[in-house]
């Protein structure tokens, strides 16, 4: 297959800069996620040395040399479309970022089966591809954490670099606040509880994340307050509703946290149980974004909005009022929030 070689010099604007992002603004180079992979491919050099890392910092008078085909140039025209049609709630905006409310059944970056219906192509449609943080790939531009397909509720997005890297700070520092509300299965005893394990990729089914003490497996801390509790029917052992404060990130976390500690969230679909009776007919789990809030990066402003539950979360409450035990005290502050008591 045919190939180049760009020769670059590391120049004042440049120095410290990323090694994807200073390959992908060279004329004639492919996009920044292709340019990455050919760092990971090994066809790229700094000083007559391979480069390591897509993320390794190039510096003032650096020598820079890579080995473009000419099949990786063309994917320089192969950017994020956007998608117009997609609708996005948005609850905050400003020159730097967005906090918007998720709707069940949106991806939020391309997968396989989703490549132009995703909040990226919202986002793009909206903000400009130009207007987004890059800092997680160009296939997810302003995106900062995940919300899964089936989850709704509120997330923050980044309009630049700066504010995406500030945020996602925020979140590894602990100080970005999201809480949850979910409808587990069974009776939680406790009031309130937290729960700390590692977290890691089953081996067993690729698809699910497992509760694990392997070397590879990732903290993750979940504290939990009971909301209000439902009596047991003939078909099933009660439910609670609970909200989840997340301290930490990991895929699945508050699903996998509830499977460990004997309690699936309503719905689940992955890590559930129960046929439709059991699940109250709900086929997503009852998972819900409920409140965020963090000071701006940008602006020192506390930021701090809360969303109400979506109506198919809330019928199905409806259905299960008159098992209620009662609420707790924090569910007395919490559940007229959420559109519980209209």
Known sequence: MAARIVNLLVGPESDGMRLDAFLAMADGMPSRSACAKL????????????????SEKVLLGDRVR????EDDAAEASGLLAPNPYIPLDIRFEDEHLLVISKQAGLVCHPSPGHVDDTLANALVAHCGYGHLGMLQGE????IVHRLDMDTSGLMVTAKDDATQKALQDLIRMRV???????LVQGYMARDEDTIVTGIARSTRDRLRMTVSDAPGAREAITTYR???????GRRDEGYSLIECHLYTGRTHQIRVHMRHVGHQLVGDQLYGRGDDRV??????QFLHSWSIAFDHPATGERIERRDRLPEDLLAILEQIKERSMGRTEAGEQ???????DD
Not at 48 to 54: E, G
Not at 66 to 69: G, K, M
Not at 226 to 232: G, S
Not at 279 to 284: A, D, E, T
Request: overall charge neutral; charged content about 25%; hydrophobic content about 35%.
């Open 279 to 284: 699940n109250l007919g709900l086929r997503r």
């Open 176 to 182: 970005l606040d999201r809480r949850y509300i979910t």
């Open 334 to 340: 919490i559940c007229p929030l959420l559109g519980c």
């Open 66 to 69: 890579a080995e473009v085909e």
């Open 39 to 54: 760092v990971e491919n090994g066809a790229v050099q700094i000083n007559t040395c391979p480069a390591t890392s897509k």
């Open 226 to 232: 009971t909301l209000e509790r439902f009596e047991a």
């Open 139 to 142: 296939e997810r531009p302003g």
